[in-house]
C-alpha cells in the first residue's frame, strides 16, 4: 500500500517541470482551464472574500483570476515542485511577490503553516488523495466562508478509467495512484464539518461544486 508521504513524491513525479511548462503555455494563450473556469464561475457568485488557499492550485490559474478581482492574500500549495515554481516565477513577474505565499508538499502534513482564510479551492485534488476525509476535514478548518472544488463522477465507468491509469502510472514506475471516491460519501463530509451546497455543476467527467459555512 502506497503511503501518504510516497504518494505526494509520485505525485511531484508525474506532474513534473515538463507538464507544468505546457499549462502554463496554455494558460497564457487561453486562460484557466475548462474545469477551473467552471469553479471561477461559481466563485464570482460569492462570497469570495480577501483570502485564499489554493490547495493543488498547479500553474496558480485560480489564485491569479482571485488577485485580480480584489482578493488581498493568497496561499498556494502543491505537492509538485515542477508547479509551484512556476507558479512562483509568475507571481515575481507580474508584481505578486507580496501577495503570495508558496508551499510545496501534502497540505494535510503542512496545515499548521497555514493560516485561516475566507476561501478554499480544491481544484481536481480530491481524485490525488488516498485520505478525502482528512483533506476535505482540512479544508472545512481553514475555509471561514467557502470551499470551491472539483472531483470525478463516480461510477463503474470512472472506476474502469481509474483502473487503466493507475495501470499506466504503475508502468511508468511511479508510487502514485489516482482515486475514485463516492460522491455522497463527499457530500456527507462537507455537512458533518458544517458547510452546505450552494452550487454544483457538472463539466464531463468533473462535478463542480461550492460549499458555504452553515
Same mark, same amino acid.
Given at each position: 500500500?502506497?503511503?501518504?508521504?510516497?504518494?505526494?513524491?509520485?505525485?511531484?513525479?508525474? #506532474?513534473?517541470?515538463?507538464?507544468?511548462? &505546457?499549462? /502554463?503555455?496554455?494558460?497564457?494563450?487561453? +486562460?484557466? %482551464?475548462?474545469?477551473? *473556469?467552471?469553479?471561477?464561475?461559481?466563485?464570482?457568485?460569492?462570497?469570495?472574500?480577501?483570502?485564499?488557499?489554493?490547495?493543488?492550485?498547479?500553474?496558480?490559474?485560480?489564485?491569479?483570476? #482571485?488577485?485580480?478581482?480584489?482578493?488581498? &492574500?493568497? /496561499?498556494?500549495?502543491?505537492?509538485?515542485? +515542477?508547479? %509551484?515554481?512556476?507558479? *512562483?516565477?509568475?507571481?515575481?513577474?507580474?508584481?505578486?511577490?507580496?501577495?503570495?505565499?508558496?508551499?510545496?508538499?501534502?497540505?494535510?502534513?503542512?496545515?499548521?503553516?497555514?493560516?485561516?482564510?475566507?476561501?478554499?479551492?480544491?481544484? &481536481?485534488?480530491?481524485?490525488?488523495?488516498?485520505?478525502?476525509?482528512?483533506?476535505?476535514?482540512?479544508?472545512?478548518?481553514?475555509?471561514?466562508?467557502?470551499?470551491?472544488?472539483?472531483?470525478?463522477?463516480?461510477?463503474?465507468?470512472?472506476?474502469?478509467?481509474?483502473?487503466?491509469?493507475?495501470?499506466?502510472?504503475?508502468?511508468?514506475?511511479?508510487?502514485?495512484?489516482?482515486?475514485?471516491?463516492?460522491?455522497?460519501?463527499?457530500?456527507?463530509?462537507?455537512?458533518?464539518?458544517?458547510?452546505?451546497?450552494?452550487?454544483?455543476?457538472?463539466?464531463?467527467?468533473?462535478?463542480?461544486?461550492?460549499?458555504?459555512?452553515?
Amino acid at each position: 500500500m502506497t503511503s501518504i508521504k510516497e504518494h505526494c513524491c509520485g505525485a511531484d513525479l508525474l #506532474f513534473d517541470e515538463k507538464t507544468a511548462i &505546457k499549462q /502554463y503555455k496554455s494558460y497564457l494563450k487561453k +486562460g484557466p %482551464s475548462r474545469v477551473s *473556469k467552471r469553479i471561477i464561475g461559481q466563485m464570482e457568485k460569492g462570497p469570495l472574500g480577501d483570502s485564499l488557499i489554493d490547495v493543488g492550485g498547479g500553474i496558480g490559474a485560480i489564485q491569479w483570476w #482571485f488577485l485580480q478581482n480584489g482578493g488581498e &492574500k493568497s /496561499y498556494g500549495i502543491d505537492a509538485s515542485s +515542477g508547479y %509551484s515554481h512556476l507558479a *512562483k516565477e509568475h507571481a515575481s513577474k507580474n508584481n505578486y511577490e507580496k501577495s503570495t505565499q508558496f508551499l510545496i508538499g501534502d497540505f494535510v502534513d503542512q496545515k499548521n503553516l497555514l493560516p485561516q482564510v475566507d476561501h478554499v479551492t480544491m481544484d &481536481k485534488v480530491i481524485c490525488c488523495y488516498p485520505d478525502y476525509n482528512a483533506i476535505i476535514d482540512l479544508a472545512c478548518q481553514k475555509a471561514t466562508k467557502s470551499i470551491s472544488l472539483s472531483y470525478p463522477m463516480d461510477g463503474w465507468i470512472a472506476d474502469a478509467f481509474r483502473a487503466i491509469g493507475v495501470l499506466v502510472i504503475k508502468l511508468k514506475g511511479i508510487p502514485f495512484k489516482p482515486y475514485i471516491h463516492r460522491v455522497s460519501s463527499l457530500r456527507s463530509t462537507f455537512e458533518k464539518n458544517g458547510f452546505k451546497l450552494k452550487e454544483q455543476d457538472l463539466a464531463f467527467p468533473w462535478h463542480v461544486e461550492t460549499y458555504v459555512k452553515d
